[in-house]
């Protein structure tokens, strides 16, 4: 909590599975092994028993290499959001780190700056997240606007019972500001407010005052998100609600899914980064393949070692190839679950841009009320996580289909 706690990111701990008689996954001395068999049981198990957004798994195995601790980019609030690692000294900085694989954070370039621009410091056991980290932070809850991390979690889960300093807000206190409180609002040995105060901190709490009822407190961030307003007699912002699944979003290049928009446009940023406008064109009389392509545009840094790509058409939402010299994770070729299927791909090709300027630009088909989900294109009327017009029936078809 406190190595984030800058970064405006709370870190609540509500479980601990310990393993004191076998383990539940083979751990190998190879870490990505070991690290998609946790991830498997962590969904097939864990998750059905103790809600979470992200798992840990912490093991005395020494891995091949210099391998200390392992996790998926970009991966939070999805089922690949966890991370195994080891050695016991500094484990709180290594879960740390490897969480922030999850947020979508890189490791640290000489570019980067720790602490003040004027000391320009290392960010070797830096107290502070570096620039390059809260940049890519910010892009991580910009672009990918993971729903689970907008969620306030009762405090009645949090793992060991109340405590007054923690700087959760738990039964049987008015505040808790922690144990380096500066809050004028809250009485930090007592966890009791302040007199004359109504509140001590929350979305909807200003000056020690609840803010009035209808107070925007967590405005809409994307086309399958909704607003949410301060009820006047609590100091917490309501659960975050979005758009029921299966809205169409983003100018009908996607559905609605968990209060995202993932299309294949998305999918293919997240990917390579931003560039132009992506491009739909034709391969298949140049040799290359004979499939129809998504491809971004000349900003897009071309290299000659990038080379795989992902079907979105068809029964298929997952094949990968890649070079053997790329270092790139294949899970990131994986389309993400609700990504609207069409006859494209999202591929980086071995050829130069200038040489894009020969292909012929043809029209890229979506396939309607296709997604993608586990692993294949599917009918979303069909599949249960996706709402039906019965819902905008109930309110005159004149409301707004929430989750």
Not at 153 to 172: H, I, Q
């Amino acid at each position: 909590y406190c190595l984030y706690r800058p970064v405006g990111v709370r870190v609540m701990l509500v479980g601990l599975d310990i393993w004191s008689y076998r383990d539940q996954v083979d751990v190998s001395n190879n870490p990505e092994l070991t690290l998609n068999r946790f991830l498997e049981w962590r969904q097939r198990s864990l998750l059905p028993r103790i809600k979470h957004d992200n798992a840990q798994l912490i093991t005395g195995v020494d891995f091949d290499g210099s391998t200390v601790g392992l996790a998926n980019t970009d991966a939070m609030c999805t089922s690949k959001s966890g991370d195994h690692n080891t050695n016991s000294i500094g484990v709180a900085s290594t879960i740390a780190h490897e969480m922030g694989h999850n947020l979508g954070l890189s490791h640290d370039t000489e570019n980067c700056v720790c602490g003040s621009l004027t000391t320009k410091r290392g960010c070797i056991m830096s107290e502070s997240f570096s620039s390059c980290s809260q940049q890519q932070l910010s892009r991580f809850l910009e672009e990918v606007n993971p729903a689970c991390l907008l969620d306030t979690p009762s405090t009645n889960r949090v793992y060991g019972g109340p405590v007054c300093g923690n700087a959760f807000l738990e039964p049987g206190e008015e505040c808790d500001c922690g144990t380096e409180c500066k809050n004028p609002c809250c009485n930090a040995t007592t966890c009791k407010l302040s007199a004359g105060a109504q509140c001590a901190a929350g979305e909807c709490c200003h000056n020690c005052q609840l803010k009035v009822t209808g107070s925007v407190c967590r405005p809409k961030t994307g086309d399958c998100d909704l607003p949410e307003y301060c009820t006047g007699f609590s100091a917490s912002c309501p659960a975050d609600a979005y758009s029921q699944n299966g809205l169409p979003c983003n100018s009908g290049r996607g559905y609605c899914y968990n209060g995202q928009c993932p299309s294949q446009q998305q999918h293919c940023k997240r990917l390579w980064g931003p560039g132009k406008p992506v491009d739909c064109r034709d391969f298949s009389k140049h040799g290359f393949m004979s499939n129809r392509s998504l491809l971004i545009g000349s900003e897009f840094p071309v290299t000659f070692k990038k080379s795989f790509y992902t079907l979105v058409n068809g029964d298929t939402c997952n094949e990968a190839t890649m070079n053997p010299e790329d270092n790139y994770p294949a899970d990131l070729a994986m389309v993400p679950i609700g990504t609207k299927c069409g006859n494209n791909m999202v591929r980086n090709m071995l050829i130069s841009v200038l040489a894009s300027l020969l292909w012929r630009p043809v029209t890229c088909l979506q396939i309607l009320f296709q997604v993608c989900y586990n692993q294949r294109c599917q009918d979303m009327r069909n599949l249960k996580v996706y709402g039906t017009d019965s819902c905008s029936a109930k309110c005159s078809n004149h409301g707004v289909r929430n989750s």
